[in-house]
Nanobody, 121 residues
Framework: VQLVESGGGLVQAGGSLRLSCAAS????????MNWYRQSPGKERELVAS????????NYADSVQGRFAISRDDAKNAVYLQMNGLKPEDTAEYSC???????????????WGQGTQVTVSS
């Protein structure tokens, strides 16, 4: 089971990046997919999530209207389009796949290694 992020890098404020997360060893169908970020000295923050059917998305207030999460189950991948980047968006961004199976309440929680995004002012 593996999640591999790509697309991070250095960008000027106001610029855009598109992060990708490729899954292998399992099928993301059925999983809620999430993007988290963490910068030094700060708590990990849930940036965006998308339900297993792709019908519902949710965003942190700090990125609402600037970021967009999407998924392509055929490619077993999830994406994060980031526009209007700000220096405060600088962080390591990680992909997460989460599935909760009821009624036994088994939780499957997979994480990628992360990709660094740095926004210069």
């Amino acid at each position: 089971v593996q999640l591999v992020e790509s697309g991070g890098g250095l960008v000027q404020a106001g610029g855009s990046l598109r992060l990708s997360c490729a899954a292998s060893g399992f099928n993301i169908g059925g999983f809620t997919m999430n993007w988290y970020r963490q910068s030094p000295g700060k708590e990990r923050e849930l940036v965006a999530s998308i339900t297993s059917d792709g019908d519902s998305t949710n965003y942190a207030d700090s990125v609402q209207g600037r970021f967009a999460i999407s998924r392509d189950d055929a490619k077993n991948a999830v994406y994060l389009q980031m526009n209007g980047l700000k220096p405060e968006d600088t962080a390591e961004y990680s992909c997460n796949a989460r599935l909760r199976v009821l009624p036994q309440d088994d939780v499957y929680d997979y994480w990628g290694q992360g990709t660094q995004v740095t926004v210069s002012s």
